[in-house]
């Protein structure tokens, strides 16, 4: 029995270089073709990236174990308010079937970062624990749907997110940041954004950081009554005086100091009225009514101001569903179509992106650099091995076709591709290179022994073929568990790891029939050359030394 599957092994075997042999003439006998359709795909696979068919995110929205819910009510409600509304989302919360545990934080907020945060009474934040992943039916972005629904609709509450805790760079997934030194501006624009988010299907919790505090009454002091020696100061010292008090005297109360407050009664501290009828004290020791020297005027405060680059600036977030839309398509449409117009309408107006967009561009500034470095140094490595300046071009010629695999890898699974996706190409790039090097080293090897080009490619491709299957089978075979795994701490890697499987699946397959190809391709161009030089100084025209080694 065991020489009946030794041989059953070696026919296996011979029918498959037989069939590869058949492939491999036919793609060198049509070189140009082979590699015209191999560019051909490359091209379509980054049209499908291009086109959103195959969607990036910098981190996709995995499956968590957390969900972290932030409220906010107006300013200035009673704190018995908040805790009355936040005790609707307990309530919300405490019906979940998937529920382990809740902390709740009232009067103060956590940062973005959970590094810091502060303290405002008409705030609260919510940490919900639910069960493990693998216990469950339901995902995280369900639940958070299911709380949105049942809190919709809670009195007072101006601003209630709730977002899955996941790791990776910080930052909403859609974040405007617009600047100005008009604050009617900064509201105007605001409100368009918020208007122009809440039309794409997808996006929800949109909010922003713009505080418009309490009522308050504005005094403006005429210039008519600069002549009676009035000021600015001495307008708003009476004012204050009479509203909040006057210290008049300090008694000493044992260790404690009592101060003897003068102001108005209670009753005529009630109502803007009892500003308006205010007498105001001159210089001159006349009294005059306050409206005869100055004007009042009702509006909202600020309670807080926040600053960019020394710009008053308004932030403003959303979260965005990446089944229903894509966020980086909506934050380019926003770019394209609405940025110039309102730069154009409101001067003075700056308007930049922040979150996850701004992230991602630091993230592939680096990336790009690093994979720059990687590709000279692969080069130069393998310049120095060959010693040739056109065999290491050959040899990373396979790059792109991990591209490719990569591409698919991720549609066939159903995954965005993701800044882990593009570390895991980066990494691929070096991968792919050891199955063109060594498949080319044993081209050199055979021309090398008088063996015509061609047949060397053949011979060299055959004999390699089941050395650079298994070493690709084997890796692959190595990060199975990886994309199989469904725990939360696994699925942040799973985008890399279909990166590397999948772009060296396809790397592997396409190298073994285009570097021949590719190989005989440059030793066409440069028997061309060859050529054209002797002709040039009038000599005879010799073939060239095949081995691609000079």
Same mark, same amino acid.
């Given at each position: ?54 969607? =990036? ?59 810091? &945060? ?49 790791? &990776? ?67 708003? @010292? ?12 300090? $008694? ?48 909202? &405060? ?15 977030? /959303? ?35 922040? &979150? ?7 993230? =592939? ?17 393998? /310049? ?21 695999? /990569? ?17 895991? $190409? ?43 299957? $298994? ?11 990886? $994309? ?5 701490? /696994?699925? =942040? ?39 054209? @030089?002797?002709?040039? @100084? ?13």
């Amino acid at each position: 029995s065991r020489q009946l599957r030794l041989a059953q092994h070696h026919l296996i075997n011979d029918i498959l270089i037989v069939n590869y042999e058949k492939l491999l003439r036919l793609s060198t006998r049509f070189r140009y073709v082979t590699m015209s359709l191999l560019l051909a795909a490359f091209i379509i696979s980054m049209g499908v990236v291009a086109g959103g068919h195959v969607p =990036f995110v910098l981190l996709q929205k995995m499956d968590s174990e957390t969900i972290l819910s932030s409220m906010e009510l107006g300013i200035g409600v009673p704190f018995q308010q908040t805790k009355d509304a936040a005790q609707v989302i307990e309530e919300a919360v405490l019906e979940l079937d998937e529920l382990e545990s809740i902390s709740s934080i009232l009067g103060a907020q956590m940062d973005d970062d959970l590094a810091g &945060g502060s303290a405002k009474p008409h705030t609260a934040q919510f940490f919900i624990e639910i069960g493990p992943i693998e216990a469950r039916e339901r995902n995280s972005i369900e639940i958070i749907s299911e709380l949105r629904e049942k809190t919709k609709n809670i009195p007072g509450v101006e601003r209630l997110t709730f977002e899955p805790l996941q790791g &990776g760079p910080g930052g909403a997934p859609i974040q405007i940041e617009i600047s100005s030194e008009r604050v009617e501006d900064l509201i105007e624009v605001t409100n368009y954004f918020k208007q122009k988010l809440a039309s794409y299907e997808g996006v929800f919790d949109i909010v922003d950081d713009f505080d418009g505090g309490k009522r308050e009454v504005q005094l403006e002091l005429f210039d008519s009554a600069r002549s009676l020696g009035l000021t600015t100061n001495a307008l708003a @010292w009476q004012v204050r005086s009479a509203f909040y008090g006057f210290e008049a005297r300090k $008694l000493q109360r044992g260790r404690e100091d009592v101060k003897i407050m003068v102001r108005y009664p209670q009753e005529y501290r009630e109502r803007v009225y009892d500003i308006e009828s205010m007498y105001i004290a001159t210089p001159a020791a006349t009294m005059v009514p306050l409206t005869e020297v100055a004007r009042l005027e009702e509006g909202t &405060g600020y309670a807080t101001i926040k600053r960019k680059d020394q710009r008053r600036t308004v932030t403003i977030r /959303a979260d965005a569903d990446e089944d229903i839309t894509n966020s980086a398509n909506v934050t380019k449409e926003i770019e394209k179509d609405d940025f110039p117009k309102l730069i154009g309408r409101y001067p003075g107006l700056h308007l930049e992106f922040g &979150g996850r967009k701004l992230e991602t561009a630091k993230a =592939f500034s680096s990336l790009n650099r690093s994979f720059l470095i990687a590709i000279g140094l692969i080069y130069v490595i393998l /310049a120095g091995l060959f010693r040739s300046y056109i065999q290491p071009v050959i040899v990373m010629a396979a790059i792109p076709f991990g591209v490719i695999g /990569a591409v698919i890898g991720h549609m066939l699974m159903g995954y965005p591709l993701t800044i882990m996706s593009v570390i895991g $190409l980066v990494a691929l790039s070096g991968i792919v290179a050891n199955d063109s090097l060594i498949l080319i080293a044993f081209i050199n090897t055979r021309v090398r022994a008088g063996i015509p080009p061609y047949e060397a490619v053949i011979e060299a491709a055959k004999s390699r073929l089941r050395p650079i299957m $298994l070493t690709s089978v084997t890796t692959v075979l190595g990060l199975a568990p990886l $994309l199989m795994e469904q725990s939360f701490q /696994a699925r =942040f890697l799973i985008p890399m790891g279909i990166s590397v499987s999948a772009g060296l699946i396809f790397a592997t397959v396409l190298t073994l029939v285009a570097i021949p190809a590719l190989y005989m391709i440059v030793l066409d161009f440069r028997n061309v050359f060859a050529a054209g @030089w002797c002709i040039l @100084w009038g000599k005879p025209i010799e073939p060239i030394n095949p081995a691609l080694d000079v």
